[in-house]
């Protein structure tokens, strides 16, 4: 099966960031901590009210599976973090001059959401004020007070990140309102983002496998955009998304196996992943959403997704098991 199957869990901030077991960057997995400093590499100081008393340090990056393992195999044969309304960030200021009233989604910006290994985005496009804006509202209409900001900036930061990075490959999701014929296309070459972009007749029908990552990487073909208008994937060649995903609200999902549903970024994450590997066919998800992608009591998303690794990869339950270099069934005994 070539399709990709996109699992959205919307999750709740019931956490806060915040003495320590160690220090000066020596503090594993769950170790008490009193600073980010304390903890080691792909770890940061956090504290849960609900899941844990003080701070400890929890995981804030994902493992790279294209370096652990390989990147010679189709792009759905691997899972990928996605932040669902990744525009959507605590704190950010108005920039229509009007208080902002809507909810939020993250507290990272897109530079550090990538930085931290997010491959995927979700970015919510409206025609608002003569331009395309990035804006958390309802009813396809976009108000003073529900803008972010003019997705142009975001989109230079993607722009910036796969030419820094330039193995590295981004999928976009659209919750599209942008009704000015060209209007997307015209904001993604504005950015400098079309020399990055995956052609939609590239892209496998009837359940085909997608090209291989090294190859895409090879091609510079490197950020991949669904939307969720049909008919612009004719008139405009953006891929429609259903015609790559499969599922509704709960459980979602694109070219090769990727699913979706809502819960939190804890244990029960996983065990909600394999709950919708059994309803989607068996099918393992492929794009993982979450809100507040870094809030968890210890691995949260980053956990799930090397389990979800593990298992499109060599049948581990986490990619640290794989054997590296290989695709194989065996398992290492971590």
């Known amino acids: 099966m070539g399709s990709l199957l996109f699992l959205l869990l919307v999750i709740f901030p019931l956490c806060n960031d915040a003495a320590a077991d160690c220090s000066k960057g020596d503090c594993m997995l769950l170790h008490n901590c009193s600073s ?34 390989n990147n010679s195999l189709p792009f759905n044969k691997y899972a990928y973090l996605t932040t669902h309304n990744a525009f959507a960030i605590d704190g950010e200021p108005s920039q229509t001059g009007v208080p902002r009233v809507t909810i939020t989604n993250q507290e990272d910006s897109i530079t550090h959401q990538l930085s931290n290994g997010v491959r995927g985005l979700m970015l919510d496009m409206y025609a608002f004020d003569g331009d395309v804006w990035l804006c958390h509202s309802s009813q396809g209409q976009c108000h003073d007070y529900t803008a972010f900001e003019p997705a142009i900036g975001t989109l230079k930061e993607i722009e ?75 008139s405009e060649g953006i891929a429609y998304q259903w015609n790559y995903m499969f599922g509704d609200l709960d459980l979602l999902s694109s070219a090769d196996g990727d699913g979706g549903r ?36 210890g691995g949260g998303a980053f956990q799930a997704v090397d389990m979800l690794n593990g298992k499109l990869l060599c049948g581990c339950d986490n990619v640290d098991s794989c054997v590296a270099g290989t695709s194989s069934q065996a398992c290492s005994p971590h």
């Open 36 to 69: 980010n400093d304390d903890c080691g590499a792909g770890l940061y100081c956090f504290s849960c009210t609900l899941g844990f008393s003080g701070s400890k340090c929890v995981r804030s990056s994902t493992t790279d599976q294209f370096k652990l393992i």
């Open 160 to 234: 910036a990140f796969l030419s820094a990075n330039p193995s590295e490959i981004v999928t976009l999701i659209l919750e599209d309102y942008v009704h000015t014929q060209n209007g997307l296309k015209k904001v993604f070459s504005d950015a400098g983002l079309m020399k990055f972009w995956f052609p939609v007749t590239n892209m496998p029908r009837n359940g085909g496998d997608w090209p291989l990552v090294s190859d895409m990487v090879a091609e510079n073909q490197r950020l991949i955009v669904f939307t969720s208008v049909k008919s612009k994937e004719q």
């Open 262 to 297: 809502k819960t939190d970024n804890s244990a029960s994450l996983i065990d909600m992943l394999q709950t919708c590997h059994g309803a989607a066919g068996n099918r393992w998800a492929n794009f993982v959403a979450v809100d507040y992608y870094k809030k968890s009591e």
